[in-house]
């Protein structure tokens, strides 16, 4: 492990103290910040149960012992003083976020690690909030929720930040027990909220515009392509209100996309998902409740017509370099507990049926999002259509062989 003893996490709400817990769990001592006691004894109480449960289950000996390695504070500046790490995981506002930035340039010592767990702001604005010489040590550290059971850890390159600060940040992902998968460019949404919003939009879109019904192509998800949750499930377990966030952040940034417009008609109307009751399902006493869905219904859409998006954006992602093949399926695998890689999908549809998929839905939808990346267009070209070829996104033995 590096050089990592003591972290400072910013921000007590449910990324924050799951972050600290996670790293106490591992033996490091953090310091929990936030602006009021009120938001810190509720941290410390979630993380107590937490830690109980697991004490329950025989995973770790005490709970005591383990949140005896967190300590809170209301200043952050004496936080920040001490610490090898800060990892912030405030509100997704960029003037918050500045704001802190700023504060942690006048505090923390020069050799530490700025951490941000954006989902969805640019690093690089993020780090132009400290002096030129510390830029370098600014990075996206992006968890997903809840940070203790989720694997994964998007560790996102902004424009100034130094190999020395991606390879102390892969270390301490890997020491806190998580999967790292590199983000080269600091592109909106990163992998995983780029391929999930492909993915999600679509099938909204479909809804929408009456193509097919929800129940229908939750059905072709789950059954079709073998998802643990449909897309309209997801996005009630997601929060609807989380997911139109996520869009028109990335959408500000310059992301391409035609947004479905049930999903402000729904936030409007107080529909957010689980958290509020109801949203494309019913989720009595805000309790995820999993649809009961009739398998018969997955022959009504045909499964490649939702994948095939994100194939898309996946494949635009590896050409622009914005990350490898391998991180990029281990991102999805682990982000959106999809149960194989998208160019895995790829591979095992076509290349050229994915590019046929593509193009009914550019008919179909009338937006240019779904033209196909030049990429997969190469692909076809080359005869590279996956398993039936023996070449796609990966090698494959083809029989007799």
């Not at 050799?111 to 370098?136: D, K, Q, Y």
């Not at 947004?259 to 689980?274: F, H």
């Not at 550019?362 to 030049?374: F, K, T």
């Amino acid at each position: 492990m590096s050089n990592v003893r003591r972290i400072f996490v910013i921000g007590a709400g449910t990324m924050g103290h799951g972050i600290a817990e996670v790293a106490a769990l591992r033996g490091l001592n953090v310091t929990l910040y936030d602006v009021k006691q009120e938001f810190l004894d509720g941290a410390m109480s979630k993380i107590k149960w937490s830690l109980d449960r697991l004490a329950e289950k025989g995973t770790i000996k005490s709970s005591s012992e383990v949140i005896q390695r967190i300590a809170t504070t209301l200043d952050l500046e004496s936080g920040a003083s001490d610490a090898d790490f800060v990892i912030e995981a405030a509100p997704e506002r960029m003037e918050i976020k500045r704001d802190i930035f700023s504060r942690l340039d006048r505090s923390a010592r020069p050799e530490a690690v700025l951490a941000t767990n954006t989902s969805s702001l640019p690093i690089t604005e993020v780090s132009e909030s400290v002096s030129a010489p510390r830029r370098g040590r600014v990075i996206g550290m992006h968890f997903f929720n809840p940070p203790v059971i989720m694997q994964l850890v998007e560790v996102v390159k902004g424009k100034y930040t130094s190999d020395e600060t991606v390879k102390a940040t892969y270390e301490l992902a890997g020491a806190l027990g998580k999967q790292p998968v590199l983000v080269r460019v600091d592109v909106p949404g990163f992998i995983v909220n780029r391929v999930m919003a492909r993915f999600l939009n679509t099938a909204c879109l479909m809804a929408e515009r009456g193509l097919h019904r929800m129940e229908e192509i939750d059905a072709a998800v789950r059954y079709g392509l073998g998802m643990p949750m449909g897309a309209f499930e997801l996005s009630d377990y997601i929060g609807i209100d989380v997911l139109d966030d996520i869009i028109k952040a990335m959408i500000a940034r310059g992301f391409s996309m035609t947004p479905c417009g049930l999903y402000s008609g729904m936030r409007s109307a107080g529909k957010l998902g689980v958290k509020s009751g109801q949203g494309f399902y019913a989720h009595p006493g805000s309790k995820f409740r999993k649809p009961e869905l009739d398998r018969s219904l997955a022959a009504k859409v045909d499964p490649i017509l939702l994948v095939a998006p994100a194939v898309n954006e996946a494949a635009y992602l590896l050409r622009e370099e914005v990350a490898s093949r391998d991180d990029i399926d281990k991102a999805v695998r682990l982000g959106l507990n999809y149960p194989k890689g998208i160019f895995e999908y790829a591979d095992s549809y076509g290349v050229d049926s994915v590019i046929d998929a593509l193009r009914r839905l550019e008919e179909a939808l009338g937006s240019r999002e779904y033209e196909p990346d030049p990429l997969l267009l190469e692909m076809r070209s080359a005869g590279k259509l996956g398993v039936k070829s023996g070449q796609g996104f990966y090698a494959y033995k083809r029989r007799g062989e």
